[in-house]
């Protein structure tokens, strides 16, 4: 495998021990997450200098598995290896995407989305996509943390990742019984779903969860309080 744009990636990663470097870390957790597959089917939506790609392609390059990289723009030489290929297009454009590589029909083991971060956009890939992950299989959700953006005021980034980051815990309360969910901090933020229902399964739609509102919140807060303090 060779990547034009991150020569050093994989030796960092590979050699990585947990210090502050949070965006290095969540690399590893994707790299963690599939060392441990044989022959994985991997597909990749979001390419841009394919600091990703470059990962994925190791590993599948080491497991005998292939990647399948989708980005509107054309990011078709980021990576050379046998074990990687690229198609230049809208990823919402399901059809065409498994027209082409018809290998995904059969079963992915692990999705990477990290194209336009949008919460509209990243919930239409996730439930095109899901019904084609394995059993066991992850999906990983990049930047669902907008704690970096929040400190540096930057308002665009703040809401796009948090609207992300709503749009992924809603998805997941709805269906919680079939997801694993898991969230690291820090950098801008990785989660991941773990499906535990089989192959061909859908997402259920997002409904609206019960939450506890503000009054009473509150109230109970206030009263419990007060009981305490009473009790002394």
Known sequence: MISKNHKELINNIINYKTNNDKDMYQKRIIYNSLIEIDNPVVLEFGVNTGASSSILAYLAEKKGGHVYSIDIEDCHDVVLSKNWSFLKTDDLDTKKILKTFDKLSHGIDLIYIDSYHDSEHVKKLAYNWFPYLK???????????????????????????????????????????????????????LSSYIKINNFGEELKLTKNIWTVNFFIKYTYIYMRKIYKYLKK
């Open 135 to 189: 059993k066991n299989g992850i999906m990983f959700f990049d930047d669902t943390d907008n704690l970096i953006y929040r400190e540096k005021k930057l308002i665009p980034h703040t809401v796009n990742v948090g609207e992300i980051n709503e749009m992924v815990n809603k998805i997941y309360a709805s269906n919680h019984s079939n997801i694993v969910y898991s969230k690291t901090y820090g950098s801008s933020g």
